[in-house]
């Protein structure tokens, strides 16, 4: 059986960053390979916690947990694993039992999954816009909107470290409470001028 990459669409760097509302870390990330048809990709848990799909437990689908991570390096990492996966494909083909060689190549796609560095973090975006709130309040005074506020500090907190990029979380909330501290002080200023 032919090895099958699907690559993560580049136009979305952040494909496998998932954070569920309520929820204390982002959502687990891994190389997945389906046996029964030779594909394989990255992508994210969608279940909470630990659950896999029963194919995973049955052992058709191979899982290989990697960081979180940007679309280029996943699909990077993918390129650079898919010589072992396909030595993995072309062992257990037609084999009712997982071999012993299958196991010591499943090991090695794990370790060279296990040496990629994860490359992209959740940040709160009350955090992110603390130390320029007055910047917001300027952008805000001159009429630009909180989409436009917002998408600009997600390009910055994307594109302020090469090793990191930071996805903001909460970030239009956070200019929304910019904008109701200002009016709440421009309403006790109109109070108090009475």
């Excluded at 309520?22 to 594909?39: A, F, H, K, N, V």
């Excluded at 257990?92 to 794990?110: F, N, P």
């Excluded at 990629?116 to 009350?126: I, R, V």
Aim: proline share 2%.
């Amino acid at each position: 059986m032919k090895l099958n990459i699907i690559k993560l669409d580049e136009n979305d760097q952040t494909a496998l960053a998932t954070h569920y509302h309520g929820q204390s870390s982002p959502q687990e990330c891994y190389i997945e390979l389906d046996t029964r048809d030779g594909s394989m990709t990255a992508d994210y848990n969608v279940e909470i916690g630990h659950m896999a799909p029963l194919s995973v437990w049955k052992g058709e689908v191979r899982r290989w947990e990697i960081p979180l991570m940007t679309t280029d390096r996943a699909n990077q990492l993918m390129d650079e694993i898919a010589p072992k996966v396909q030595e993995l494909l072309d062992e257990i083909e037609g084999c009712d039992e997982w071999s012993d060689y299958a196991t010591q190549l499943e090991d090695e796609i794990e370790g060279l999954c296990n040496e990629y560095e994860g490359n992209l973090a959740f940040f709160d975006g009350y955090e992110y816009i603390y130390d320029s709130k007055e910047d917001v309040r300027q952008r805000i005074a001159k009429g630009d909107s909180v989409e436009e506020i917002a998408s600009d500090y997600r390009k910055e907190a994307f594109n302020e470290y090469d090793e990191c990029h930071y996805i903001l979380e909460d970030i239009e909330e956070a200019i929304l409470a910019v904008k109701e501290e200002m009016e709440d002080d421009e309403n006790n200023w109109n109070i108090e001028t009475l």
